[in-house]
């Protein structure tokens, strides 16, 4: 019911930037509610980076406000994630997340994630 393309990841430098993006397309009798970021090392569990209503109300997870910000454009069902001031931390799989819904119901997705690598 909703697929997403994610792009925008890879290797820097500390100090550096990276700007993730998530394209969601879903069938049009569905609504797409909130989307977001989280992230996942190995042996860790997934954590909340990011996330933005339809209405654009933000929530960031503790280690990234003030460095990172996400941003979407509704016309595009398409989500942003600016990182910023990246340290070797912040390696990770990042997943881009659609909360979407029918009439009665909503539903959580995560996409299969984009590698980011910081390197120290």
């Known amino acids: 019911q909703v697929q997403v393309v994610e792009s925008g990841g890879g290797m820097v430098q500390a100090g550096g930037s990276l700007r993730l993006s998530c394209a969601a397309t879903?069938?049009?009798?569905?609504?797409?509610?909130?989307m977001g970021w989280y992230r996942q090392t190995p042996g860790n569990e997934r954590e909340l980076v990011a996330r933005?209503?339809?209405?654009?109300?933000?929530l960031y997870g503790d280690a990234f406000e003030g460095r990172f910000t996400i941003s979407r454009d509704n016309a595009k069902d398409t989500v942003y994630l600016q990182m910023n001031s990246l340290n070797p931390d912040d390696t990770a799989v990042y997943h881009c997340?659609?909360?979407?819904?029918?009439?009665?119901?909503?539903?959580?997705?995560w996409g299969q994630g984009i590698q980011v690598t910081v390197s120290s």
């Open positions: 997340y659609v909360q979407w819904s029918t009439i009665n119901t909503e539903y959580d997705y």
């Open positions: 879903i069938e049009s009798m569905f609504n797409i509610d909130d």
């Open positions: 933005i209503t339809e209405g654009g109300m933000t």
